[in-house]
């Protein structure tokens, strides 16, 4: 188990945070520790059971999640029929501008965790948000297959860095 703690360096004011190593002594964290910390604490924040009750929560824990990951991921955020979060996976990863996604790992997921509802999430490491054909024609066939099982498409999120976009804010899911 990795162990931080934030120091700040009084001649600039800059913040600095450590890992503790194998050995016990502190090292300053690299950005990857760092990133990984975030994750982790997205989930920590967001427990299974806690209601995504707004778009900006859910973009909120998928920023954690997927910034700074340097290729493509997929990932679903599986919810009940409230919308309180059974699980979030990462169910595909790929290259830097691309993951393979196989629509029937995904409804045998969901059937598996009993899903009423899915959130898809996806990265784009080159920064822009904007969903491309090929996004949208996934989160299409998606949607199709996850019908057949009675699971709701809730939204498809884009995340690029801090910034987002949502398939169902702007109106194409």
Do not use: W
Not at 22 to 46: F, M, P, V
Not at 130 to 135: G, K, R, T
């Amino acid at each position: 188990m990795v162990q931080m703690k934030l120091s700040f360096d009084n001649i600039n004011s800059v913040e600095t945070l450590f890992v503790k190593d194998s050995h016990g002594e502190y090292q300053i964290a690299s950005a990857a520790q760092i990133l990984a910390g975030a994750r982790k604490a997205a989930d920590s924040l967001t427990p299974k059971g806690q209601a995504f009750t707004s778009p900006q929560i859910v973009k909120d824990y998928l920023v954690a999640k997927l910034a700074g990951i340097e290729h493509e991921v997929f990932g679903i955020i599986f919810t009940d029929n409230q919308n309180k979060l059974i699980a979030y996976e990462e169910m595909f990863s790929g290259t830097i501008d691309s993951a393979a996604v196989y629509p029937r790992e995904v409804a045998k997921t969901a059937l598996r965790l009993n899903a009423k509802a899915v959130i898809f999430t996806h990265n784009h490491p080159s920064g822009s948000t904007e969903p491309s054909a090929a996004d949208r024609m996934l989160t299409k066939r998606l949607k199709e297959a996850l019908s057949l099982i009675d699971v709701n498409v809730l939204d498809h999120i884009i995340v690029a860095g801090t910034q987002t976009t949502s398939f169902a804010e702007r109106g194409i899911l």
